[in-house]
């Protein structure tokens, strides 16, 4: 069986871009993630059973506050961070939109999803 944990709608401002105005000012992103495990024989009574959806998100938050040029360097550093953390993991999913992309009359959100799975 496996348990994925899910961490839904995370909203952060930040100033990531490849537009010098864009890493001038604020930019509002939308996070999803899922992290899956395999289950262990477990009575799930405490934390020490699970992947701590409080630890992700601490992951999600840390790396989303780097200002980087591409949205997919956040997704692959996040992923790499939660692999090491959690060597478990055996599958990850990531999406990240930019909720106020420049593009000339858009209206809408703008992202990348990176979906990674791991060998046992």
Do not use: W
Not at 1 to 26: D, P, S
Not at 39 to 62: G, H, M, R, W
């Amino acid at each position: 069986f496996m348990l994925t944990i899910e961490l839904q709608n995370l909203i952060f401002h930040a100033q990531h871009g490849i537009y010098e105005e864009e890493r001038k000012v604020m930019n509002t992103f939308e996070v999803n993630l899922s992290v899956s495990y395999p289950e262990k024989e477990s009575a799930f009574e405490s934390t020490e059973d699970i992947i701590s959806y409080v630890n992700l998100f601490a992951i999600v938050k840390q790396k989303i506050q780097n200002p980087v040029f591409l949205l997919e360097k956040i997704c692959q550093d996040i992923i790499l961070k939660i692999k090491n953390q959690y060597p478990v993991v055996s599958e990850i999913r990531i999406s990240i939109y930019k909720l106020q992309a420049p593009i000339e009359n858009f209206i809408g959100k703008a992202g990348v999803t990176m979906h990674r799975m791991f060998k046992e």
